[in-house]
């Protein structure tokens, strides 16, 4: 089935803003555990159980999302209505609360996802698992797949990936453009209150953090913070080296990856449609209308 945007509902904007604004959200009960990682810091888990010897769905939410995120929320209450649990992992300081280290997360550290997938799927026996990934978290799933294929569990038996820039830097660019700054700035209003508190506590990238916190665009945030505090020369060879799509044809699990075609900033030049189509195991869903 394919999506049909309604009659008064066809601006690219107004689909996109109107899922967070114009409908409600359900409301989703978590029980949250902690996971120290292998590098001492530490990860957040939301579980909402379903029905025991169920499947399992674990998500991961886009930039500066959370298991708050309306989207979020939608795909943990279907999930639970089908009588499975989903589990929401949080990329480091988007859980509510800051983490240890100066580095958190960026759209190609899957340090967590590798560390938390196989604890999660080693409870389950042979139960099933699901991982699903949105815009940011999207990407994750998909660098996570391709790059550690040969170690993925068995029992993860598909993936969902939504509106995912695999490439990045086109995405970084259309960000830039007309009413996207509009998504920008909101993401940028985040990152500057987190990498003001990471100066703090980090008196070695106060300067840093100082001069990320007076940018005006994303692609500028990821050239004085993203790219040297994760290890990257700039923000050009963050893009290059965190882009999933490279990755793509090593993925083993069968994968669904859905794409808008008008997708305000998840712009086409972001979804390698040549190496989706090549890749065995994925299937590449777009749709004309969705923003």
Not at 8 to 16: I, S, V
Not at 77 to 104: D, F, I, K, Y
Not at 188 to 194: A, D, G, N, P, V
């Amino acid at each position: 089935m394919r999506f049909r945007a309604p009659s008064w509902l066809r601006n690219t904007h107004a689909q996109t803003i109107w899922a967070y604004v114009g409908q409600a959200a359900p409301s989703v009960t978590y029980k949250r555990e902690t996971i120290v990682t292998p590098d001492g810091d530490e990860v957040d888990l939301d579980w909402a159980h379903g029905n025991g010897g169920t499947p399992v769905v674990l998500i991961c939410h886009g930039l500066e999302g959370s298991s708050s995120s309306p989207y979020v929320r939608r795909l943990v209450s279907r999930t639970n209505e089908r009588g499975w649990t989903a589990a929401v992992l949080h990329s480091r300081t988007c859980s509510g609360r800051a983490n240890r280290r100066v580095a958190s997360y960026h759209s190609g550290y899957i340090a967590d996802l590798e560390h938390v997938t196989p604890l999660v799927a080693a409870r389950l026996g042979s139960r099933p698992l699901f991982l699903v990934g949105y815009s940011l978290g999207g990407s994750l799933v998909a660098n996570y797949l391709g790059r550690c294929a040969e170690r993925v569990p068995a029992n993860v038996r598909g993936s969902f990936v939504c509106s995912a820039p695999l490439n990045l830097a086109p995405g970084a660019d259309a960000l830039r453009a007309g009413f996207n700054r509009v998504y920008e700035l909101k993401f940028l209003l985040s990152l500057r209150r987190k990498v003001i508190a990471k100066g703090r506590a980090h008196l070695a990238w106060r300067g840093a953090a100082q001069a990320a916190a007076r940018v005006r665009t994303l692609r500028d945030f990821d050239e004085t913070w993203t790219a040297p505090v994760h290890g990257f020369l700039d923000a050009e060879d963050y893009y290059k080296r965190a882009s999933a799509a490279p990755h793509l044809s090593a993925i083993r699990v069968p994968t669904r990856v859905l794409h808008a075609d008008d997708d305000p900033f998840i712009v086409d030049d972001c979804v390698p449609t040549e190496a989706l189509n090549a890749a065995d195991a994925v299937t590449y869903t777009p749709t004309d209308r969705g923003g």
